[in-house]
């Protein structure tokens, strides 16, 4: 259902957006609660929405039951009890003056999946690994929510459950990466699989954080908050707020009138795609307030994460990705969920090891898990998103689940200098180390005190690596695959690769 209260109007203007506003008296629930939806199972259900001051609401889901009084604002919460995972549909129902319903509720395992376009990028897209003929799974449901930039967080958006059924329009829309994490999670754990599509191509990391965890920390507001009101200032005075104002919503109409006709409107966007210009989707938060905001706090098992290419050669990345993942966290209410992310590929304008570095470096950070993709073809899009939905279920196995496997590939964990060489011990060897395609070992390099690095010799002993040069008599460091596009293959025999790194901090 499109409310009428959803008006887009550019924040940089000062113009408000009424969103979500509690209009009337009736009980309201955000869209996230709708038909097929599926709840998180075993863990306390937390159910909100919009009534009356002051009004009484009962919300019944199967057995479970609670009910809240609604605050002066309109806002009210509950929190039902956990369910086990069913294939028989339940109904939600929620009363007040009114009665809201919905029905074809089923409880099992729910992810979100957020990040920029490798997370976005849909079947529609196309060049990507088809599923094959295997999509009539019903019981994998996806919610995505309308794009629509907002300066302030919303409570509610417009979005609904879609099935994995064989309708091409339907399971088109949904993203590759998470689609084939989401059908191996089905298979293995029988029961059904709901994602959060919260993912949004382009945008760099500070799009998905709450302004409050950008201006808690100095150095990000510095760096972030400060330069985006200082450029704004800056358009402003440079362009008249007034033309900026006509601009938008000459745009703005463009693109209705060719929507209404079924025509791709001036900026290539079309489909029932949300027009965002592009000013606003620069704007720090801009994605959480819109897209994170309406479905906190859904209750989920973990999130999916695949973004870092607007960011690349960032000096901060570590830093916002980290203060990302807490600040979910901590909004959600769950503790340390799942996180788990995809370390960036081999391209060479919108990569580097720096970023994948700082992946790494994350996963010091409490139940996190890393897929590795540096084997993957160079490309800005792999296609092979069916091995990165792959890998990140193997760590979903071992950091959500407890499952006792191997998960990563091969992880550096320390050296120590030889006579004239360097033996490298790993985290994650498995079964034992191998360079792929059984060829000799690649991508590594070598350095003494003059930090100039050469061309190394590497072979595998045993569960460690040894590393030397001709040339270097005296090493100190090693690094493996540290380029935007190396050329390396080590890994393990679970055939994971290993993940580049440096042994300096040069």
């Known amino acids: 259902m499109r409310r009428a209260a959803f008006v887009t109007l550019i924040a940089s203007l000062g113009i408000p957006l009424l969103l979500g506003s509690s209009v009337g008296a009736d009980v309201r629930l955000p869209a996230v609660f709708s038909d097929g939806m599926i709840v998180q199972q075993e863990m306390p259900i937390p159910?909100?929405?919009?009534?009356?001051?002051?009004?009484?609401?009962?919300?019944?889901?199967?057995?479970?039951?609670?009910?809240?009084?609604?605050?002066?604002?309109?806002?009210?919460?509950?929190?039902?009890?956990?369910?086990?995972?069913?294939?028989?549909?339940?109904?939600?129902?929620?009363?007040?003056?009114?009665?809201?319903?919905v029905?074809?509720?089923?409880?099992?395992?729910?992810?979100?999946?957020?990040?920029?376009?490798?997370?976005?990028?849909t079947f529609h897209m196309k060049k990507v690994v088809g599923p094959g003929k295997d999509l009539d799974l019903p019981n994998i449901r996806f919610f995505k929510g309308r794009h629509l930039i907002t300066e302030t967080p919303q409570w509610d958006t417009d979005g609904r459950w879609v099935a994995c059924t064989p309708d091409h329009q339907t399971w088109g829309e949904f993203s590759v990466t998470a689609f084939y994490f989401a059908r191996e999670l089905h298979q293995s754990l029988g029961v059904p699989v709901g994602i959060l599509d919260l993912s949004w191509g382009g945008l760099a990391i500070d799009r998905f954080m709450s302004r409050e965890s950008l201006a808690a920390d100095a150095e990000l507001k510095k760096a972030i908050l400060d330069r985006w009101e200082?450029?704004?200032?800056?358009?402003?005075?440079?362009?008249?707020?007034?033309?900026?104002?006509?601009?938008?919503?000459?745009?703005?109409?463009?693109?209705?009138?060719?929507?209404?006709?079924?025509?791709?409107?001036?900026?290539?966007?079309?489909g029932g795609r949300e027009w965002n210009p592009h000013i606003m989707r620069q704007q720090p938060a801009s994605i959480f307030n819109c897209v994170i905001a309406p479905v906190i706090p859904y209750a989920i098992r973990g999130a999916l994460w695949w973004q870092g290419e607007w960011n690349a050669d960032d000096p901060?990345?570590?830093?916002?990705?980290?203060?990302?993942?807490?600040?979910?966290?901590?909004?959600?209410?769950?503790?340390?969920?799942?996180?788990?992310?995809?370390?960036?590929?081999?391209?060479?304008?919108?990569?580097?090891?720096?970023?994948?570095e700082a992946f790494v470096k994350a996963l010091s950070l409490p139940k996190t898990g890393m897929a590795v993709t540096i084997d993957l073809p160079p490309s800005l899009h792999p296609r092979e998103k069916d091995v990165v939905g792959h890998r990140l279920k193997l760590a979903a196995d071992a950091v959500a689940y407890g499952k006792d496997l191997v998960y990563s590939g091969p992880l550096y964990d320390s050296m120590a200098v030889?006579?004239?060489?360097?033996?490298l011990k790993f985290?994650?060897?498995?079964?034992?180390?191998?360079?792929?395609?059984?060829?000799?070992?690649?991508?590594?390099?070598?350095?003494?005190?003059?930090?100039?690095?050469?061309?190394?010799?590497?072979?595998?002993?045993?569960?460690?690596?040894?590393?030397?040069?001709?040339?270097?008599?005296?090493?100190?460091?090693?690094?493996?695959?540290?380029?935007?596009?190396?050329?390396?293959?080590?890994?393990?025999?679970?055939?994971?690769?290993?993940?580049?790194?440096?042994?300096d901090e040069w």
């Not at 966290?329 to 995809?342: A, I, M, N, S, Y």
């Not at 985290?427 to 690095?453: M, S, Y």
């Not at 590393?467 to 596009?485: E, H, I, L, N």
Request: overall charge positive.
């Open 230 to 270: 200082a450029d704004r200032a800056r358009r402003t005075e440079r362009e008249g707020k007034q033309k900026i104002e006509d601009d938008f919503r000459a745009t703005r109409k463009a693109y209705e009138e060719a929507q209404a006709k079924g025509e791709k409107s001036q900026d290539g966007r079309g």
């Open 47 to 101: 159910v909100w929405g919009k009534a009356e001051p002051g009004e009484k609401v009962a919300v019944a889901l199967g057995e479970s039951k609670a009910e809240a009084t609604a605050d002066a604002k309109g806002d009210w919460r509950v929190k039902l009890a956990p369910l086990k995972a069913n294939n028989n549909a339940l109904t939600l129902t929620v009363r007040g003056k009114n009665a809201v319903t």
């Open 427 to 503: 985290h994650h060897v498995g079964d034992g180390l191998v360079a792929q395609g059984g060829e000799p070992l690649r991508g590594f390099t070598i350095a003494g005190e003059d930090r100039k690095f050469a061309e190394a010799e590497a072979r595998i002993d045993g569960e460690t690596v040894i590393v030397s040069c001709p040339q270097v008599a005296k090493p100190t460091a090693v690094r493996y695959g540290w380029a935007k596009v190396p050329d390396c293959n080590l890994c393990n025999k679970a055939n994971l690769p290993a993940s580049p790194f440096r042994t």
């Open 316 to 356: 901060l990345y570590h830093r916002e990705f980290t203060t990302l993942i807490a600040d979910w966290r901590q909004r959600w209410g769950q503790g340390d969920f799942p996180f788990l992310f995809v370390q960036l590929q081999r391209e060479g304008k919108f990569s580097s090891p720096m970023i994948r």
């Open 418 to 423: 030889e006579a004239n060489k360097i033996r």
């Open 103 to 121: 029905r074809n509720v089923f409880a099992g395992e729910v992810w979100i999946a957020s990040g920029q376009s490798n997370m976005a990028w």
